[in-house]
């Protein structure tokens, strides 16, 4: 879950300087919609990224995957973006073990304690990469493959004038269409409703794109409720999912 995933400008990017005889331009910065911030790493997921680590953490290439020969079968192929500490991650790829799962996650504990969970619970259908979700989408993703995308609890970018920073955006929409195949899942969930109707309209505008619902879907039964996410529910706060498909267009 992406519920801490926040990134400001790259403070690196496009830092080289002007090579002779060539006019230094200003900066193309692209906004990026999480930070990586130290987090404290347990025993046991230190020990999870070391030993499970080779095995099931995928390195970032900008060259396309060839899922059969990572998962060692051919089955359908869901990517979830920013998968936070991975509890919900691993009881999905649990409960559907015919179907194979790629979470994309940048902080390093939450990376380590899916891994854990994975060598506790056996889940041979589920890898990782740590790394920027646009990149490994843009360069790893073939167009027209994945059964679905999960999205859960994106940072929400409270303040307005931080909502430019928030996931769910026209362009990166589009991006997650283009790699869905026909009748392909993009399935989002938030818990702050103004980011909800921006979900609801940017996912809407997607031509690619169905709503399943007549506005924002029932939560589908594969998604766990969080720990977070049920007291909300009891203090009378809402979430909302929102399931639109994949459709071919003529």
């Not at 230094?24 to 499970?52: D, K, Y």
């Not at 998968?83 to 691993?90: I, L, N, P, R, Y």
């Not at 899942?185 to 818990?191: Q, S």
Request: proline share 9%; charged share 25%; hydrophobic share 40%.
């Amino acid at each position: 879950m992406t519920d801490d995933t926040v990134l400001p400008d790259d403070p690196t990017a496009n830092d080289l300087p002007a090579q002779a005889g060539e006019v230094a331009e200003a900066p193309q910065r692209r906004i990026r919609s999480f930070v990586l911030r130290a987090g404290r790493m347990g025993t046991g997921q230190q020990r999870a990224l070391e030993e499970l680590g080779p095995r099931y953490l995928v390195p970032y290439a900008a060259e396309p995957l060839d899922p059969p020969s990572l998962f060692g079968r051919d089955a359908p192929l869901i990517v979830e973006i920013g998968f936070g500490m991975g509890h919900a991650t691993a009881q999905i790829a649990a409960a559907r073990a015919d179907t194979d799962f790629l979470g994309i996650e940048v902080h390093t504990p939450g990376v380590g304690a899916l891994l854990k969970r994975i060598g506790e619970d056996g889940l041979s259908n589920l890898r990782i990469i740590q790394h920027d979700a646009v990149e490994v989408l843009e360069h790893m993703i073939a167009p027209d493959s994945l059964a679905g995308v999960h999205v859960f609890f994106p940072d929400p970018w409270h303040k307005k004038k931080h909502n430019k920073r928030r996931l769910i955006q026209p362009a990166f929409v589009a991006l997650l269409a283009s790699r869905l195949k026909p009748g392909g899942i993009l399935h989002c969930a938030t818990d702050w409703q103004p980011y909800a109707e921006q979900m609801l309209e940017v996912l809407g505008g997607e031509p690619r794109l169905r709503n399943t619902a007549p506005g924002y879907a029932p939560r589908p039964d594969y998604r766990p409720l969080t720990k977070f996410e049920s007291r909300g529910i009891r203090l009378g706060h809402g979430v909302w999912d929102l399931v639109f498909e994949r459709q071919t267009i003529a």
